[in-house]
């Protein structure tokens, strides 16, 4: 792309008013964003929806040294730009109407046929939800998912480490330019981060972090993967507004269900009532939902030792070599756990290489 056409789109992504759908549509009637900013009075009142105001912004002459300006960081800086008509811009996100002209990032992130899963939820998260978030991505671990959340407190952070405990990409969605991290106390996450996955922003970079920036930041964490996980949730809160952007695009989203009277279960059971959400309780409920292809994602692996098994894995495992195969309810019976439970530790089983699946919902070990 050359540079004065660049100048152009960042100008244009700045512009107040204007907006990223609208933006879409004047590059897309004038051909580029140098077509744009060249055209006369006349040629930019044929553009229906906009209004002379706005438009009147694209006269500005200083928006053009603030896009100098953020040139200059980018290039000093090595941030990565994408533009939503290049092959490098995220194809999830790019199929979004409000999706950015152009996202910035840093790190190393590869997002090409992966799966991804947005996490998020309360800051306020609880030891309960604490357990079930780090067990849910353990579980997932071995299919490589991409985790992406918000580097909030609370349930952001707990999923972006989790990740990085099990050598997972995580993808960090921010409110404000790549000049800075926020909250501050999350900075010594940043490298790792960085090493494993990355960070995206549509802001430029002095952009500074303010509240109305949380709207914008969660249609990225939204749109860039196939599902949504609302960990848990009040009645109120901005993971509820990242789930109906989610639910908005079309896009999958779950909810970990809780006891009615607890404050951060009540907004997670609000969206299974609504239908805004499928109720989860394990990874293979993910699986199921999404339609994973277990076999595809783990590869051609090779059935392990079985001697690694412990506990309820290997109770299951050995109650299965017992029977020779199984119905999960007949199974269920046998070692004395519910289905829900069961299917986690079946699913865990069949990526470790040890069953694997029968038609009619029956398991035979390997």
């Known amino acids: 792309m050359q540079e004065q056409e660049f100048l152009n789109l960042l100008m244009l992504q700045n512009l107040s008013g204007i907006g990223h759908i609208n933006a879409k549509k004047l590059l897309q009637h004038f051909g580029s964003a ?22 009147q912004s694209l006269k500005n ?4 040294k603030e896009a100098e300006k953020e040139l200059e960081f980018i290039q000093k800086n090595n941030i990565d730009v994408h533009y939503y008509q ?7 996100l790019k199929q979004c109407i409000d999706s950015p002209i152009l996202l910035f990032s840093r790190g190393n992130i590869n997002l090409k046929n992966k799966p991804i899963l947005s996490i998020v939820g309360t800051r306020q998260i609880t030891s309960h939800g604490i357990a079930v978030c780090e067990q849910l991505i353990s579980d997932l671990a071995p299919l490589k998912p991409v985790i992406v959340s918000g580097l909030a407190y609370g ?25 800075q991290i926020y909250p501050k106390v999350h900075q010594k996450y940043a490298a790792a981060i960085e090493n494993n996955g990355g960070f995206f922003t549509d802001f430029c970079s002095d952009a500074t972090f303010d509240r109305k920036n949380f709207l914008s930041r969660n249609r990225i964490v939204a749109g860039l993967s196939e599902a949504t996980i609302v960990i848990e949730s009040a009645e109120k809160g901005g993971s509820l507004v ?36 499928q ?20 590869g051609n692996k090779q059935t392990q030792l079985f001697v690694n098994l412990q ?29 829900y439970k069961l299917a986690s530790i079946l699913m865990n089983l069949e990526l470790s290489g040890c069953v694997r699946p029968l038609p009619g919902k029956q398991f035979e070990i390997i």
């Not at 044929?46 to 002379?52: F, N, R, W």
């Not at 290049?86 to 999830?92: A, F, I, Q």
């Open 34 to 55: 140098t077509n744009l900013f060249q055209a006369n009075t006349r040629q930019l009142s044929e553009i229906d929806g906009i209004g002379k105001k706005r438009l």
């Open 61 to 64: 002459s200083a928006f053009l």
């Open 86 to 92: 290049d092959e490098n811009y995220p194809s999830r």
């Open 155 to 179: 349930t952001d952070i707990v999923a972006h480490k989790a990740a990085l405990d099990h050598n997972l990409q995580t993808i960090a969605c921010l409110a404000h330019g790549l000049d």
């Open 242 to 277: 990242t789930a109906d952007i989610a639910h908005s695009y079309d896009r999958e989203v779950f909810a970990i269900p809780g006891r009615p009277q607890d404050k951060f279960s009540k907004g997670c059971n609000m969206l299974i009532k609504q239908q805004k959400a």
């Open 279 to 298: 109720m989860i309780t394990s990874a293979a409920d993910v699986v199921y939902f999404l339609n994973w292809d277990i076999e595809t994602k783990k």
């Open 311 to 339: 506990g309820e894995e290997k109770l299951v495992f050995e109650k299965l070599k017992e029977i020779g195969k199984a119905e999960i309810d007949t199974l269920s019976l046998a070692c004395n756990l519910p289905t």
